[in-house]
T-cell receptor
Framework: EPEVTQTPSHQVTQMGQEVILRCVPI?????FYWYRQILGQKVEFLVS????????KSEIFDDQFSVERPDGSNFTLKIRSTKLEDSAMYFC???????????FGPGTRLTVL | GEDVEQSLFLSVREGDSSVINCTYT??????LYWYKQEPGAGLQLLTY?????DMKQDQRLTVLLNKKDKHLSLRIADTQTGDSAIYFC???????????FGSGTRLQVQP
């Protein structure tokens, strides 16, 4: 069964460093998403991406964040200068159509020291 | 903004039925989902319901939707120890792709 994969599973970084979280969505999906879950809090939407453009983003997704589909298979989330409060589990998801069910990856746990 | 609320914890005995409840505020919600998260794992889609339905059954899972009260429930029949996990309710409103999640209900199944 096709699935969304994410790497790395755990990333530790120093405050102020740039990190790139990687995702491989399900191969025939066209819509891609990033969510995050700070420990003990709700899963929060960050951004959705379609046709090489951001289609929707939340207030959390400020100028420190960017997304890219560098090739036909990967979808990345970059945080330019990490802050302590960026520590969270980051989930990638993909869907076949705009309102189709979103399938989630296993998450990347980001720890900012 | 939109909000989704769930109780935090539910404990049942193996073989009993579990009922996990969720309330939401967005009257334009068109799709409502249940996701399961096991320790160290991602969010696994369990089932979903469209807002024009009031019930959906899928093997041991029954989803009930009361649109008037904006209340969603997930019933797991014959609960097994392998059902122990966190269960998230999520909704998407008309034209929105962003899912709004509840805080999750931790289901503990006692042998």
């Amino acid at each position: 069964e096709p699935e969304v994969t994410q790497t790395p599973s755990h990333q530790v970084t120093q405050m102020g460093q740039e990190v790139i979280l990687r995702c491989v969505p399900i191969s025939n999906h066209l819509y891609f998403y990033w969510y995050r879950q700070i420990l003990g809090q709700k899963v929060e939407f960050l951004v959705s991406f379609y046709n090489n453009e951001i289609s929707e983003k939340s207030e959390i997704f400020d100028d420190q964040f960017s997304v890219e589909r560098p090739d036909g298979s990967n979808f990345t989330l970059k945080i330019r200068s990490t802050k302590l409060e960026d520590s969270a589990m980051y989930f990638c998801a993909s869907s076949g159509g705009p309102l189709d069910t979103q399938y989630f990856g296993p998450g990347t746990r980001l720890t900012v020291l | 903004g939109e909000d989704v609320e769930q109780s935090l914890f539910l404990s049942v005995r193996e073989g009993d039925s579990s009922v996990i409840n969720c309330t939401y505020t967005d009257s334009s919600s068109t799709y409502l989902y249940w996701y399961k998260q096991e320790p160290g794992a991602g969010l696994q889609l369990l089932t979903y319901i469209f807002s024009n339905m009031d019930m959906k059954q899928d093997q041991r899972l029954t989803v009930l939707l009361n649109k008037k009260d904006k209340h969603l429930s997930l019933r797991i029949a014959d609960t097994q120890t392998g059902d122990s996990a966190i269960y998230f309710c999520a909704e998407a409103g008309t034209g929105r792709r962003a899912l709004t999640f509840g805080s999750g209900t931790r289901l503990q199944v006692q042998p």
